[in-house]
């Protein structure tokens, strides 16, 4: 059996009453990077919440998952995705979103690749 009021959430098992609290996900800004063809560029940010949140980043539109060009990291509350040698066509817009059961917060910002000057 569940109760909900507001931002608590109150669970009975067994006869015993166990208070959950529950936050909104936050996250801060991320700063815009700017790298050389070849570079390895690194997004990092701080997110907390209640549960903690699951953090998904994204390029444009595209859902980023760890590859061998892109490294996932996520502890405590820092959350960083690394994005390894670089080519000019990734420059684009580069953003991270968070989620929990008390909803979601996004934070965006660019990446720009610039081509190797001979």
């Known amino acids: ?13 067994e006869n015993v009453l166990v208070s ?4 909104k996900p936050t996250v801060e800004k991320l700063t815009d990077v700017t790298v050389v063809e070849q570079e390895d560029a690194v997004f990092e940010t701080v997110v907390t ?5 699951t ?7 595209a859902r980023v ?13 820092k959350a960083r995705v690394t994005f390894k040698t670089c080519e000019v ?3 684009g817009p580069i953003s991270v979103k968070v989620t929990n059961e008390a909803g979601s917060a996004t934070a965006k910002a660019k990446l ?7």
């Open 65 to 77: 998952d760890s590859s061998d060009r892109v490294v996932i990291e996520q502890d405590d509350s």
């Open 112 to 118: 720009t690749v610039q081509g190797i000057v001979v």
């Open 55 to 61: 953090v998904e980043w994204f390029a444009g539109a």
């Open 1 to 13: 059996m569940a109760l909900i009021f507001w931002d608590v959430a109150y669970f009975i098992l």
């Open 89 to 91: 066509k990734q420059t």
């Open 20 to 23: 959950v609290k529950t936050e």
């Open 49 to 53: 919440g209640k549960p903690a949140p």
